[in-house]
């Protein structure tokens, strides 16, 4: 695949520029044990993570990724689970190495950047704030800014309205299939890091051409673009 110069790049947040799973973990499992439940690896939580936090509280309840309907109790583990995640949300929270000079990168190639998470928007601002992602970003937006997340293509086609770029003159970067299918689905191109939370080693099995880069290494080849 071959990458192009965009007009922005937009990236997904947890797992692409952040991993949070440590305090992801710890506000489930406190959930949990207020529920008299098992506490779970953190290795379970990053395979659960994906598609937003309601999801991810809805595995921990059911004990497995793969969910038809949720546990009767997900709206009560929830709020719970909210209150856990204010109280650790950057706790152990970093950004991926490399990161933050990449975004420096990025900007200083005069591309506009933004951030497409299923996080809810509770936690998405006040993480980038902590972490200082602000500068670099001129739109966010979080799992519940729309009625849709991903892998839904309105995130991605909204946040391209809002930044004034045509939706096939952005570069989105996530870790997830949700993240393709949604990139995809809006007609972007998506290049994938190779860390993150994909909820399985087949989640990319039949797109073997998918790009993949690591923060730091897409601002260098699209600064090798650039200059080409």
Known sequence: MTLFMPDAVLFDLDGTLVDSAP?????VNRMLTELGRAAITESRVREWIGHGARRLVARALAGQRDI????????AAMARFFVHYHACLVDTTI??????????????MGL???LVTNKPEAFTTPLVSALGLDPFLSVSVSGDTLAVKKPDPAPLQHAAQQMGVAVDQCLYVGDSRADLDAADAAGMMMVRVPHGYPGGADAFADRPQLLTLTVPELAERLGQVSAA
């Not at 038809?68 to 709206?75: H, I």
């Not at 950004?95 to 990168?105: D, I, K, M, N, S």
């Open 112 to 114: 506009s950047m933004g």
């Open 95 to 108: 950004l991926y190495p490399g990161v933050r000079e990449a975004l420096l990168e990025l900007q200083a």
């Open 68 to 75: 038809v309907t949720e546990p009767p109790e997900t709206d």
């Open 23 to 27: 305090d992801l973990t710890t506000a």
